[in-house]
């Protein structure tokens, strides 16, 4: 761990190479939302019957969106999907912003059912919002994840105000933001939207970066109390909490990818959208939180010109 902080410079250029790629991920793939956030229909259908191996998902999805599309008189995207006991998912979405009534909602139900009468056609989930409300939802949890940061900063801030609560706060805050960037980027590259889901899942990834970086920067001040200097005081804190990290951080993630493996497998988008991101993380808070935040807090608590620090 001396080591480490001896070359932390590097490790702040490989973090920063890092990030600029997770940033790029969600950029490239162009992360999508549902329609809770960006508005309009996404609606889930089970279809069974008549699925054997001369079945051609693409013939059946154009006929299933030319349906749609006439009966809610709207461009609409079909999907079908292979789903366990021979059945398949039908997502149909329309992303005009419109929100669709429940008469509209019945009529394209009645038109998908009449049109292919050997089939069956069971509601899964659906979900309907005008672009207005899509904007107040986004805008509203957009604050909350921004107001959840602000508190955390604010709470390390104090926590360690003996051993440099500024540069605590400002080193955490970076790295809760790292934390969020990459459970983003894995989203987008699992081509998960963001939705309802996503918000209770970031908090939780907040809770997991603030614990990380408080138990290192609390054995850290357990060990200035004891006449350690600051260097030795970090790196042994790290030495002796992040095993300890490792096996939550395993243990929680085990758990999250049991719930995305089974959320795979049954076909529950929802669950996918708040299990995975969840994953993701908690492995980039053990990076981003328990290591590179504590070193951060080291460079610019004692580094060279830094927060009126002196190197140590």
Avoid at 142 to 165: K, P, Q
Avoid at 216 to 243: C, F, I, N, Q, Y
Avoid at 263 to 268: P, S
């Amino acid at each position: 761990m001396h080591e480490l902080l001896n070359r932390r410079h590097s490790l702040f250029s490989a973090a920063l190479a890092l990030l600029l790629g997770l940033c790029a991920i969600i950029l490239w793939r162009n992360w999508p939302s549902t329609a809770y956030f960006s508005g309009g229909t996404d609606l889930e259908y089970r279809l069974t019957g008549y699925i054997d191996a001369s079945f051609d998902p693409d013939d059946a999805a154009g006929q299933l969106e030319t349906i749609a599309a006439g009966a809610l008189d709207r461009t609409v995207r079909v999907e079908l999907l292979p789903a366990d006991g021979g059945s398949c998912r039908l997502l149909v979405t329309a992303s005009d912003g419109e929100e669709l009534s429940y008469p509209e909602y019945l009529t394209l139900t009645n038109a998908l059912i009449n049109s292919f009468p050997g089939w069956v056609f069971t509601p899964m989930s659906g979900l309907s919002q005008s672009s207005v409300d899509a904007g107040q939802a986004f805008a509203g949890s957009a604050l909350l994840t921004a107001a959840a940061v602000l508190v955390l900063t604010l709470f390390l801030m104090g926590r360690f105000r003996r051993i440099g609560g500024l540069a605590a706060g400002l080193a955490g805050a970076a790295g809760l933001l790292c934390d969020l960037v990459a459970a983003a980027a894995f989203a987008a590259l699992a081509k998960l939207p963001l939705g309802s889901e996503s918000l209770p899942a970031m908090l939780a990834v907040l809770a997991f970066g603030v614990y990380d970086t408080s138990a290192v920067l609390h054995e850290t001040e357990l060990r200035l109390g004891e006449g350690a200097d600051p260097r030795a005081a970090l790196a042994e804190a790290l030495r002796s909490r992040l095993r300890f990290l490792i096996i939550c951080t395993l243990t929680a993630g085990s758990a999250m990818l049991a719930v995305t493996i089974a959320g795979y497998l049954v076909g529950i988008d929802a669950l996918l959208r708040f299990s995975f991101p969840l994953t993701a993380g908690l492995a980039a808070a053990l990076f981003f939180s328990a290591i590179l935040a504590p070193v951060c807090w080291y460079e610019l608590r004692f580094g060279r010109h830094l927060l009126g620090g002196k190197e140590e």
